[in-house]
């Protein structure tokens, strides 16, 4: 019973980086039909933002309490500053194009990204580690673990609960779903959709940093972090359904509870099994678990 539970928690906690990190990307797919490749590059911008300008101001004797605010600021810091530049300087002149070239075009920039990281940061990792234990620990029976792990799962239910709110309850969220639907229609009853293009990429974005700033604390920041976590959060997207965010949170529970098993279990195949689910996934619902039927324009 006590590896069971290790097992469950250990999935949550993962499922829940997962999230926090792939629901930005379903989410710009969702509006834009972008798929976004530079996503990484913010997530792995965020973690060494948030490393680095934590570490310089906890050195400089910053109270440690205040670094979950630097998290915070770093995250959003990355995202308000780069994501504009990006989406108004590149990809608002490529929106006309094929998707397969938009896609070719994120990829050209994830490369550029990952080596201004090097050139900003250098190749040496950065650690962290003072947010990550300074609020204790917690015990579930014979097992405990750091009460930090619940401000990830935090982060990602106020992203998850926050963004479903804000596309079901609010008019910025209904004329949101308006231009997903057609964006030709929204233009048409007066919906300025480059504007809500601009917003849906940097919030996306933001998403994206938040998981790598938060993240940080938690492992050794390094080149290359962002590779890793791209294609996670495309085999979240992938299973639960390209655009859709009830599909992203149960395609990051799947993927989560999978890890977690094979790592406690069979250890040598955890990244197998994570793409064996998608295959086995994708062979049965080609278009993911909740994927929704695209309109046909004649």
Do not use: Q
Not at 17 to 40: P, Q, R, S
Not at 76 to 90: C, K, N, S, T, Y
Not at 207 to 217: D, E, Q
Request: with cysteine.
């Amino acid at each position: 019973m006590e590896k069971i539970l290790a097992v469950l928690i250990d999935g949550i906690i993962y499922s829940s980086w997962l999230f926090t990190a792939g629901i930005g990307l379903t989410l710009i797919y969702g509006v834009m039909k972008i798929l976004n490749l530079t996503h990484g590059s913010f997530y792995a911008i965020g973690a060494y933002m948030a490393a680095s300008l934590t570490g310089a101001l906890l050195a400089k004797g910053m109270d440690p309490m205040l670094s979950y605010a630097v998290l915070f600021g770093s995250a959003l810091f990355v995202a308000l500053v780069l994501a504009p530049l990006i989406e108004r300087g590149i990809l608002k002149r490529m929106y006309a194009k094929d998707e397969v070239v938009i896609m070719l075009i994120t990829y050209a920039l994830f490369l550029i990204l990952e080596d201004a990281i090097k050139l900003i940061w250098g190749v040496d990792p950065y650690f962290i580690a003072e947010p990550y234990g300074l609020l204790g620990s917690i015990e579930f029976g014979d097992l405990i673990y750091p009460t930090y792990n619940l401000i990830l799962i935090g982060v990602a239910l106020i992203s998850g609960l926050g963004l479903a709110w804000t596309l079901m309850k609010t008019r910025v969220g209904k004329l949101l779903l308006t231009v997903i639907h057609d964006p030709e229609v929204a233009r048409s009853l007066g919906i300025n959709v480059d504007k809500f293009y601009l917003v849906t990429f940097t919030f996306g974005s933001l998403l994206a940093a938040l998981g790598g700033a938060f993240t940080a604390p938690t492992v050794s920041v390094v080149p290359a972090m962002g590779v890793e976590i791209i294609v996670l959060s495309f085999a979240v997207i992938v299973i639960g359904g390209l655009g859709s965010l009830p599909g992203a949170a149960v395609g990051a529970c799947i993927v989560g509870l999978v890890r977690s098993i094979s790592i406690h279990y069979a250890p040598e195949v955890e990244l197998f099994v994570i793409y064996l689910v998608m295959a086995m996934v994708l062979t049965f619902r080609p278009r993911g678990l909740f994927s929704t039927a695209e309109a046909r324009k004649i």
